[in-house]
């Protein structure tokens, strides 16, 4: 199967197709993340930003394991400096992935980017970032009243969730509440290895998240339970590394997609899934969009 090429609105913010990079991969600087858009991607999500410069965790940060990678990387980020790498970017279409320890600090950090980001994307997902993502992203009142705090500025706000909760659909709905325009499935697994030559967690902090092709049919749970769940849209982001995927996603419910771990061995990933995803006389994607429901 194919779509229609085209322009895809998610409310407010408007993507030149249906595959965007997803935050953590590239997104360090406004070069890096110029170079994915010049690569074929619909638009880009940035590393997480937050109320404080942070180094993150001490390595390794980054393992390879089966199906994917694991990784701690501990949410570094340079902190308000970061606008002078989104600032030359400037009509693009960028998402900024901001987290913070309470709702107070996530609309601070997005009042620092109003001006710059097309959207934000609120990490309450992380989960190797201790009083952060996943800490808050667990409670749906947090995750309300995050999402309240940065939405009530008037920027498009998209809440990323976490799988590592017993109903992804109670933070779908509690997102949904408190204004968010899209809703993010998923971030990372919690997982971790032990390295048995040094007989010791491999990664630096013991813990991490998991991502890549294993994690996919976790995502597209997620996705299919929020898509009944829920009237925003939603985009997809778990193991994504094909065109099939892609619509395997969007028949979830998934309106658009984020690619992460995929691009970390082809960065050029975007342009190749649009030549097998695209054809002029596809079928329109709207038509596919939650067709597994019916």
Not at 6 to 31: C, D, F
Not at 189 to 214: F, H, Q, V
Not at 224 to 242: K, N
Request: glycine fraction near 12%; proline fraction near 6%; charge should be negative.
């Amino acid at each position: 199967m194919r779509i229609v090429p085209g322009e895809v609105r998610i409310g407010k913010v408007v993507l030149s197709n249906h595959l965007m990079l997803a935050a953590g991969i590239l997104g360090t600087t406004g070069s890096s993340l110029a170079r994915i858009l010049d690569c074929g991607a619909g638009g880009v999500v940035t590393k997480s930003i937050g109320p404080y410069p942070c180094e993150g965790h001490p390595g390794p940060c980054v393992i390879e394991t089966y199906g994917g990678l694991l990784n701690s990387m501990g949410l570094p980020n340079p902190s308000r400096e970061f606008a002078l790498e989104v600032e030359p970017l400037a009509g693009k279409t960028v998402i900024l992935s901001i987290y913070g320890g309470n709702p107070d600090e996530f609309r601070m950090v997005a009042s620092w980017f109003t001006g710059t980001a097309s959207a934000f994307e609120l990490n309450l997902s992380c989960p190797h970032a201790a009083g952060y993502g996943s800490a808050l992203g667990t409670d749906p009142a947090l995750v309300e009243a995050c999402t309240r705090a940065v939405s009530s500025l008037g920027i498009p706000t998209w809440v990323k969730l976490t799988p590592n909760v017993t109903d992804i659909t109670l933070c779908g709905k509690a997102a949904e509440q408190g204004g968010a325009s899209a809703i993010v499935a998923i971030n990372t697994l919690k997982a971790m290895r032990i390295s048995t030559d040094l007989k010791r967690p491999a990664l630096g902090n013991r813990y991490g998240g998991l991502s890549g092709k294993a994690i996919f049919p976790v995502a597209l749970r997620c996705v299919y339970e929020l898509y009944e769940s829920c009237r925003i849209p939603i985009i997809g982001c778990g193991g994504i590394s094909s065109a099939s995927d892609v619509i395997e996603m969007m028949m979830a419910g998934a309106s658009a997609v984020q690619i992460g771990t995929a691009v970390k061995d082809d960065p050029g990933i975007f342009r190749s899934i649009a030549s097998d995803l695209y054809q002029s006389d596809g079928v329109p994607s709207d038509s596919i969009v939650g067709c597994a429901h019916e």
